[in-house]
C-alpha cells in the first residue's frame, strides 16, 4: 500500500523528532503529530523556534522547512486517524506504580487507550507501527483491543523500535545504524512491512533495513538497550575496584575498549546512567523474565541496576562523609542536572537521587545547569521524595557558575556539559571557600591542571 497520508499519536521525545525526518525526507508524505496535551502541541506550533518543547540539535532547521509544507502539529487525534493509513503509537510508557507488576511493568495504559481510540474512528485499514518501547508480546495485545472492537477493517501491526539518543536524536534518525520493522509473517503483514521499508528507504540504504517478526523486533529494543546500560554498569563497578587498588579507570577502560572485539563506546565511567529508557527497559526485562519463571536470567539483568543505584549511593556518600570528616561548609554545589549533556531531558537523572541522598543528610545544595529550568528541578525532587517543604528549603537554582559556588566547599559534577570543560577554573578557585574540593561525576575535567591551580580533586575510580 502507497502511504501518503501519517499520523503519530504522541509528540513527545521520539515522536516529535522521528516524525520531523520522516516529513523532511518524504515531501510527498503529509506528516501530522497529534497529542493530548495542547500545551505542548502550541509550543511544536510556535513561531519561536527556541521555544520548541524538545531540544536537540538540528531539529528547529528541519521542523521549520517541513511544518506547514508537510508536516502538521495538532490536537484533532481523530481526524487525523481517520485521514492516515499508518498510524504511529508513540506515547510514554512508565513504569508502572501500582497493580500487577508495580515497580518493574511497563505500564501500557496508554498504548491501550490509544488502540481503543483508533478502533473507535477508523473507517478505512490502517497499519500501526509501534514506536514506543514496549515489552514484548505488546503488539498482541493491541491487535486483540483492534480486532475486538473493529471487526470490520483490516488492522496490521508494525513494531518500529527506536534507537535514538537524545542529543544526537537527529543524526540517529537520519543516518540509523539499522531501521527494524517487525511485523506478521503472512502476505498483508508483509506488504505493510513494505509499505514502512519503502517511507524509510527514501534516505537509508536498504541493507541497513532489517526486516523481522513481531516479537524478535520487540526484543531487540530490549536486549539493545539492556546491552548498553551493561556496559556502563560493569565499568562503573570496576571504578570502585580501581579506587581501591590504585589502578585508574580511564587507562582500563580505554585498554580495553581497543579490543575491536569489545569496541570502546558505552565505556565511561559515570555516576550513573540515567533517562527515560535505560531503567525502565531493564525493569522490563528482568519482570518478563521472572513472570515465566526464568528466575536466574532475571537476577542476571536486575544486577544491572543494583549496581547503578550503588554507584550513586557511593558517591553521595562519599561527598557527605568527607564534609563530615572535614568539618567542611553544608552547602555543596552541584554543576549539571540533566541526565546527559545537549539535553534539557531529566528523566532518571543521576543528579536526582545524588542530590535526595545529600538533602537526607542535612546538606544544602546549590545548582546550575545550563539548560534545566528550575521548575523542573522542583518538579523532580518532588517527584522522588514528595517533600515541596524541604526541597525549598534545602535546594536554590542558579543561572550561572559563580554565583553557584558561593560559600561551598565542595563542587559535584553530575552531567558532562561541555561549558564545564571551558571554564576559567582558576577564577572559580578564587571565588570558593578553602579547601575546596571537585567530585567528577564524569571524568571530564583536567585533573593535573585542577591539582595545580589548588583543587583537590576526586574523580571516579582514578
Ligand atoms: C518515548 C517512547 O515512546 C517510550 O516508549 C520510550 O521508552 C521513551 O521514549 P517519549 O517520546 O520520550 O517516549 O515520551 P514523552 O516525551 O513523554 O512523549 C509522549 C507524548 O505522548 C506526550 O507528549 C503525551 O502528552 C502524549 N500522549 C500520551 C498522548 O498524546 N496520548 C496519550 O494517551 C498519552
Ligand atoms: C538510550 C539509547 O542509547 C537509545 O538507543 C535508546 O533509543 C534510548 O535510550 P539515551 O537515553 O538518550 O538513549 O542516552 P544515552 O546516550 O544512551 O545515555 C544514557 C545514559 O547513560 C546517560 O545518563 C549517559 O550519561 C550514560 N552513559 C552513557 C554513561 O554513563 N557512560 C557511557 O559510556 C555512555
Request: charged fraction near 25%; proline fraction near 3%; hydrophobic fraction near 35%.
Amino acid at each position: 500500500m502507497k502511504v501518503n497520508n501519517i499520523c503519530c499519536i504522541g509528540a513527545g521525545y521520539v515522536g516529535g523528532p522521528t516524525m520531523a525526518v520522516i516529513a523532511q525526507k518524504n515531501p510527498d508524505i503529509k506528516v501530522t503529530v497529534v497529542d493530548i496535551n495542547e500545551k505542548r502541541i502550541d509550543a511544536w506550533n510556535s513561531n519561536n523556534f527556541d521555544e520548541l518543547p524538545i531540544y536537540e540539535p538540528g531539529l528547529s532547521d528541519v521542523v521549520k522547512k517541513a511544518r506547514g509544507r508537510n508536516l502538521f502539529f495538532s490536537t484533532d487525534i481523530n481526524s487525523a486517524i481517520i485521514d492516515s493509513e499508518m498510524i504511529f503509537i508513540s506515547v510514554n510508557t512508565p513504569t508502572k506504580t501500582s497493580g500487577e507488576g508495580k515497580g518493574f511493568a511497563a505500564d501500557l495504559k496508554y498504548i491501550e487507550s490509544c488502540a481503543n481510540q483508533i478502533a473507535e474512528v477508523s473507517k478505512t485499514d490502517k497499519i500501526i507501527v509501534e514506536k514506543s518501547t514496549v515489552p514484548v508480546r505488546t503488539s498482541e495485545k493491541i491487535k486483540k483491543i483492534l480486532n475486538s472492537k473493529n471487526k470490520s477493517i483490516d488492522f496490521q501491526i508494525l513494531s518500529n523500535p527506536e534507537f535514538l539518543a537524545e542529543g544526537t536524536a537527529m543524526r540517529d534518525l537520519q543516518i540509523p545504524d539499522r531501521v527494524i520493522i517487525g511485523g506478521d509473517n503472512t502476505k498483508k503483514g508483509n506488504e505493510a512491512i513494505q509499505s514502512l521499508v519503502e517511507i524509510y528507504s527514501s534516505w537509508v540504504p536498504k541493507k541497513n533495513i532489517l526486516t523481522t517478526n513481531l516479537w524478535s523486533s520487540e526484543l531487540s529494543k530490549l536486549t539493545a538497550n539492556a546491552f548498553l546500560a551493561q556496559r556502563i554498569s560493569s565499568i562503573n563497578s570496576l571504578s570502585e575496584l580501581c579506587e581501591e587498588t590504585g589502578a585508574d579507570i580511564e587507562e582500563v577502560s580505554k585498554a580495553v575498549g581497543m579490543d575491536s572485539r569489545i569496541g570502546n563506546s558505552f565505556l565511561k565511567t559515570s555516576v550513573g546512567f540515567g533517562g527515560s529508557c535505560f531503567q525502565k527497559d531493564i525493569l522490563n526485562l528482568v519482570y518478563i523474565s521472572r513472570s515465566i519463571g526464568l528466575e536466574k536470567v532475571a537476577n542476571y539483568w536486575e544486577q544491572i541496576l543494583i549496581i547503578n543505584k550503588h554507584q550513586r549511593d557511593r558517591f553521595a556518600n562519599k561527598i557527605y562523609s568527607l564534609i563530615n570528616k572535614e568539618s567542611l561548609n553544608k552547602n555543596v554545589c552541584i554543576l549539571g542536572w540533566a541526565f546527559k549533556k545537549d539535553t534539557n531531558d531529566t528523566r532518571e537523572s543521576a543528579a536526582i537521587y545524588v542530590a535526595n541522598n545529600l538533602i537526607k543528610s542535612n546538606i544544602y545544595l546549590n545548582v546550575y545547569d545550563p539548560k534545566v529550568k528550575e521548575s523542573q528541578i522542583f518538579f523532580d525532587m518532588n517527584y522522588i521524595n514528595g517533600n515541596d517543604k524541604k526541597n525549598k528549603e534545602h535546594i536554590s537554582i542558579y543561572n550561572n557558575p559563580i554565583d553557584c559556588i558561593h560559600k561551598t566547599n565542595i563542587i559535584a559534577i553530575l552531567t558532562e556539559w561541555d561549558e564545564f570543560k571551558d571554564y576559567d577554573w582558576k577564577n572559580l578557585y578564587k571565588k570558593m571557600s578553602k579547601p575546596a574540593y571537585i567530585f567528577d561525576g564524569r571524568n571530564i575535567l583536567d585533573k593535573v591542571k585542577l591539582e595545580s591551580i589548588g583543587f583537590n580533586y576526586i574523580g571516579l575510580g582514578r
